[in-house]
């Protein structure tokens, strides 16, 4: 196993353990095990325990793709003997929860002055978990340490009991709880605090890296075409498409408020792209039909958009999308990096991530059905999909309608 998967693992390992752990303190309480054992809907789970009924199927999902649930035809019922084994390494997880920072640690990581690598170092070796310190030193390099600690405190941020809890009750991201502002302004929280973007930028970069090779080995470039990268963020995406084909007139687009901490991660993950023009703009701020900060004539081959659409609602989707399609060739493709869900139970990558995105954006995966019908309101059309075996991102092929 690569440091990167080790990583990732950990990642996912501690979703599930948040996961399993709320629902292990409510199973302690008989009615649950009652409600569980036989086959439900999520309506009816939603119900019993006052939840929001979207939210709960998407719990409900997630809880199925990790194997403690069964479902059929929507309806879903706890898999005992994987509870049972859960059960027993409760402790092992309560202990583990035990060694996580306390919320006071974590804000003073987010919002105190850019952290240094031995802070974020120490941070990690502080952890009295074993996995977490086998894993810190496992990965031997500043890349890895980054995911690391970025991985640890964003999910440790969004995935206590209490925040778990408001999302399946509310139905919504709890990202005013958990910052203390609107979910559409979290990337405006990130801008504002350079330490937190600087990590959250790296550790996309560094996180995706296998997913990037994946899209850059499937797509076929033309020497010195142009290309958009938008929401790009420190370019690992970037960085990997050059490494195949270093001709190309490659332009990233961010947020503004983004600017500062990006070039700050780049300058970290030593990302050096003497050749790549950065453009920053709002791709809300509708201007000129095309995106905001890019000039209205400007035109590319390819553009791609690596998991944005998962952070919005159909509506702004759309609305990123047609912006995009001012500035595609007429030939052009756009490309859609995010996990499609499938309805095939291996594709539980997708499924995970759909809550995640839940909790924190107010956003979703989606089914390539989905995908469709937003393309299609904003004059677009899917031309193929490419599946990534792994665990990274498919590529969604989008032509002008
Ligand atoms: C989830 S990250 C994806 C980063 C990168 N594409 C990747 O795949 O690793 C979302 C990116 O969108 C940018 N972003 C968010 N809101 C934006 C906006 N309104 N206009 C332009 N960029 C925005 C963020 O700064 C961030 O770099």
Request: hydrophobic share 40%; net charge negative.
């Amino acid at each position: 196993m690569t440091p990167q998967d080790h990583i990732d693992q950990l990642f996912w390992w501690y979703f599930e353990k948040q996961l399993f752990t709320f629902f292990a303190s409510e199973r302690n309480n008989p009615s649950v095990n009652e409600t569980l054992r036989t086959f439900k809907t999520a309506k009816e789970v939603a119900v019993r325990y006052s939840w929001n009924e979207d939210a709960t199927l998407r719990f409900l999902r997630a809880l199925g793709a990790l194997g403690y649930l069964a479902e059929h035809n929507g309806y879903f019922k706890a898999v005992e003997k994987q509870l049972l084994r859960l059960s027993s390494s409760q402790t092992r997880a309560v202990n583990w929860f035990a060694a996580v920072p306390s919320l006071s640690e974590e804000t003073s990581l987010f919002t105190e002055s850019v952290p240094t690598l031995e802070t974020l170092s120490r941070h990690c070796g502080a952890h009295s978990a074993p996995d977490f310190v086998k894993a810190a030193a496992h990965a031997q390099d500043t890349d890895a340490l980054i995911g690391l600690a970025y991985d640890q405190f964003i999910v440790a941020r969004f995935f206590t009991e209490h925040v778990l809890e408001a999302t399946l009750r509310e139905g919504r991201s709890q990202v005013q709880r958990a910052l203390g502002l609107p979910s559409q302004q979290i990337f405006d929280h990130y801008g504002a605090h350079d330490s937190f973007l600087q990590l959250y930028s790296a550790s996309f970069s560094f996180s995706n890296s296998a997913a990037n090779a994946f899209v850059a080995e499937q797509v076929r470039f033309q020497e010195n075409e142009f290309v958009l990268d938008v929401g790009g963020g420190a370019g690992g995406l970037c960085r990997a498409i050059l490494n195949q084909q270093p001709n190309l007139n490659f332009a990233i687009y961010d947020h503004p408020n983004s600017a500062r901490s990006i070039i700050a991660a780049q300058n970290m993950l030593r990302i050096e792209l003497p050749t790549v023009r950065r453009a920053y703009g709002d791709f809300f701020n509708d201007t000129h039909g095309g995106l905001h900060g890019i000039d209205p004539d400007d035109r590319y081959a390819k553009i791609f958009l690596g998991w944005i659409l998962h952070d919005w609602s159909d509506e702004q989707c759309v609305a990123i999308l047609r912006r995009c399609g001012h500035h595609l060739q007429p030939t052009g493709t756009i490309y859609i990096l995010e996990k499609v869900i499938t309805n095939t139970v291996t594709n539980s990558r997708a499924i995970l991530l759909d809550f995640l995105m839940l909790s924190m954006a107010d956003g979703q995966e989606r089914k390539l059905d989905e995908y469709k019908a937003i393309c299609e309101k904003a004059d677009l059309r899917i031309g193929f999909c490419i599946t990534n075996p792994g665990r990274g991102r498919d590529i969604i092929g989008v032509e002008k309608g």
